[in-house]
C-alpha cells in the first residue's frame, strides 16, 4: 500500500490530540496541542499543520497518509463543518474539514466524538463483528453514536445520535447544557453524577457519608466512585441511582434499533459492577418481553489515551478529496502534499 | 418482464386481505378471507392458495407473480417465522415464509404490519425519495417502522422499531398489553384514546360532554373525534392530551435518528388539527435546538384500504427462494408453480 497510514485528530474543548494510525489499528505515534492557544481558527490550523508534520517526519511517514479523520463536538459528517453550540474558542460554523484539507492536502473526513468512538469500536474494539450496536460515553456529556445493519446513523441532517438528550424524567427535570430539561446527561454523565451527590447529601441531610469530607460544590463523579468503593452507603446509592436510570434508557434504546449490544465508554464506565448491577437489573425490569435477555452491556476495549485518536482515524480510510467551494485565491499558493 | 407482479397479503387478526400489484403500485385486483376460520394453520394455507388463485385466474396473472410479501404481527423478516405473543388463531412459532413458498412455489418475504406500511409507503406514497423517515401507525395499537439510509432497521433479532412500547409514563402507567406499564400504545392507540376518554370523564365528572350520551365503556376514538368536531371542550382537551405525548415522543425519536419526516398512518391521523396541532406543539417545544423545526409530520397518502396489501406487496420485489430447511416428504407432491 502506497499510503499505509491514517491520521487521526481528536478536537476536545482543552486538548487537541492527534496519532499516526496504521490498518491494524497500531498507533504509532501520537503528540497533542492546547485547544484554545489561538482565538483565530487558522493560527490553530497552522499549529497543527507543523506538529502534525513534525511527527510525520519523526517517523518516516511523510507522504504515506491516506486520509485524515477528526472528532470533534457538533461536528457534520455530511458538510465538514462543526456547527453552532459547542464549547471551543472560534467562532461557529467552522468549516473544518475543508479548512484542514486545504492546509494538509489530503482528504478529510469528520464526525463528532462519539460517532468517532463508535467507529473505532466497530473497527478495533469490543464492536468488532458487530452490525447493530450502541456506543454511549459516559463523560461530562452522555454522548452516543449508533451503528445499524453496520452503518453509522447520521440521520437526514448528520446529526442523528444524540441519546444523551433523551428526556428521561419529563417533569421538574434537571437542567440540561442543551437549554431544556430531564436529559439523560444531566443525570449519568459525570457532572451528573456530581449533581445527584449533592442533591442525595442534601435530602439526606442526617446521613453520616464519606462525601460529607469534601467540600460539597467541589465532589467529582471519582469521589463518589471512592467512596462507594470504601463501602459508604450514600455514595453507593448514587450509583444504583444512576444506573437504574441508564437501564430505564437502555430499555427504551432497544424498542427503537434492537441492538446486539450496548457498548460502554469514558470514566464512569470504569466503575464496574457499582453502574453495571443496577443497570443490568433496571434494563432488564423494564424491557420490552420480546427483547428480553437479548442486549449486552460491554465495556469498550480501547485504551482510553488512544480511544479518541482510533476511532477519529478509522475515518481516515474512507475520507475523500473535498469538492472546493469557493476558487482558491491565486495569490495563496497551495499548502504541499503532505 | 416475465413476472410483472407481486403479491401482496396482509394478515390481520379478523381479515387476511390479499392483492394483484403491479411495479407502478397499482391494485390490480384484491380479496380477502377471514383469518380466524380455521384452526390448524395447513387448512388456513390452503384456503388463502385457493382463494388467491382463483384471483390469479380471473386476472391472467397465474404465472405472472414475481414474488409474495406478507405483513403479519410479530413477522420476523430474518427468520421468516411469526413469533411469539400475537393475537393469531394457532400456535406460535408459524414458520409462515416456508408454508406459503412450499405451497405456492414462489418466493415469500414477510415482516410486520408496520413495517410493510413503511415500505409501501416509501415505495408508492409519502415517503418516495425520502432516505430518513419513521412511519407511526396509530390504529388499535401503535406501530411503527424505521427507515434509516434508504434501508428499513430491522435489528440485530429482526424485531427493531416497537416504538409503540416507548415507555412516556414512568411512574403510574397504563398498563400495557405488552405486560408492561406506560407504553405509547396505551395512550395514543384508538384504544389509548377511548382510555383516556373515560379517565377524562371520570375525573370531570361535572363538566358536561357529548360523550356523556354513550355508555362509557362502549366509548371509542371516533366517537371523541366526532363530539371534538362538534366543539365538545372535553373531547377537543383528550385530542390535546394525545398528540402532546405523541410530540414529546417524536421529540426523542429524533435525537435517535434524525429523521427527515415522521408519517402517520390509520384511524387516528385522520383526526387532522385536532391531533396534529397539539402534536407539532409539543414536539417543537421538546425537541433538541439543533433538531427545531427540522422534521416534518406527513400524513400517509395511501388509501387505507389498499395500504396494508400495498406495502406488504412491495416485499415482495425483493423476496428469495427459501432455503429449505427439512427435506420434503417424497410422498408429498409439489405445489404447482403458480
Known amino acids: 500500500m502506497s499510503k499505509p497510514y491514517v491520521l487521526g485528530i481528536d478536537i476536545g474543548g482543552t486538548n487537541t490530540v492527534f496519532g499516526?494510525?496504521?490498518?491494524?489499528?497500531?498507533?504509532?505515534?501520537?503528540?497533542?496541542i492546547k485547544t484554545a492557544k489561538h482565538h483565530n481558527i487558522n493560527d490553530?490550523?497552522?499549529?497543527?499543520?507543523?506538529?502534525?508534520?513534525?511527527?510525520?517526519?519523526?517517523?518516516?511517514?511523510?507522504?504515506?497518509?491516506?486520509?485524515?479523520?477528526?472528532?470533534?463536538?457538533?461536528?457534520?459528517?455530511?458538510?465538514?463543518?462543526?456547527?453552532?453550540?459547542?464549547?471551543?474558542?472560534?467562532?461557529?460554523?467552522?468549516?473544518?474539514?475543508?479548512?484542514?484539507?486545504?492546509?494538509?492536502?489530503?482528504?478529510?473526513?469528520?464526525?463528532?466524538?462519539?460517532?468517532?468512538?463508535?467507529?473505532?469500536?466497530?473497527?478495533?474494539?469490543?464492536?468488532?463483528?458487530?452490525?447493530?450496536?450502541?456506543?454511549?460515553?459516559?463523560?461530562?456529556?452522555?454522548?452516543?453514536?449508533?451503528?445499524?445493519?453496520?452503518?453509522?446513523?447520521?440521520?437526514?441532517?448528520?446529526?442523528?445520535?444524540e441519546l444523551g438528550h433523551t428526556i428521561v424524567k419529563r417533569n421538574n427535570g434537571r437542567l440540561c447544557g442543551c437549554g431544556r430539561a430531564g436529559c439523560l446527561e444531566a443525570y449519568c454523565s459525570a457532572t451528573g453524577v456530581a449533581r445527584t451527590a449533592r442533591e442525595f447529601l442534601e435530602v439526606r441531610a442526617n446521613e453520616p457519608s464519606l462525601l460529607r469530607n469534601i467540600p460539597i460544590e467541589a465532589i467529582t463523579s471519582k469521589d463518589v466512585y471512592d467512596a462507594a468503593i470504601a463501602g459508604d452507603k450514600l455514595a453507593k446509592d448514587i450509583f444504583e441511582y444512576t444506573g437504574q436510570i441508564l437501564g430505564e434508557a437502555f430499555a427504551d434504546f432497544t424498542v427503537f434499533s434492537s441492538p446486539e449490544a450496548i457498548i460502554l465508554f469514558g470514566g464512569l464506565a470504569k466503575s464496574g459492577e457499582l453502574l453495571l448491577k443496577p443497570l443490568r437489573n433496571a434494563m432488564e425490569k423494564n424491557m420490552m418481553p420480546i427483547f428480553k435477555g437479548k442486549v449486552k452491556i460491554l465495556l469498550s476495549e480501547l485504551k482510553e489515551a488512544d480511544a479518541a485518536v482510533l476511532g477519529a482515524s478509522a475515518l481516515g480510510w474512507e475520507a475523500k478529496p473535498m469538492v472546493t467551494i469557493v476558487p482558491p485565491a491565486p495569490a495563496t499558493p497551495a499548502a504541499p502534499t503532505v
Do not use: C
Open 44 to 161: 490553530y490550523i497552522d499549529e497543527l499543520y507543523n506538529e502534525v508534520m513534525k511527527l510525520l517526519e519523526a517517523n518516516d511517514a511523510v507522504g504515506k497518509i491516506h486520509g485524515i479523520g477528526i472528532g470533534a463536538p457538533n461536528a457534520n459528517y455530511f458538510t465538514g463543518v462543526i456547527e453552532d453550540g459547542v464549547n471551543l474558542p472560534w467562532p461557529t460554523p467552522i468549516p473544518l474539514a475543508q479548512l484542514v484539507s486545504d492546509k494538509f492536502g489530503i482528504p478529510v473526513a469528520i464526525t463528532n466524538d462519539a460517532n468517532a468512538a463508535a467507529i473505532g469500536e466497530m473497527t478495533y474494539g469490543a464492536a468488532r463483528g458487530l452490525k447493530d450496536f450502541i456506543m454511549i460515553t459516559l463523560g461530562t456529556g452522555v454522548g452516543s453514536g449508533i451503528v445499524i445493519n453496520g452503518q453509522l446513523v447520521y440521520g437526514h441532517d448528520g446529526f442523528a445520535g
Open 20 to 32: 499516526i494510525v496504521d490498518a491494524r489499528g497500531v498507533v504509532l505515534a501520537s503528540n497533542s
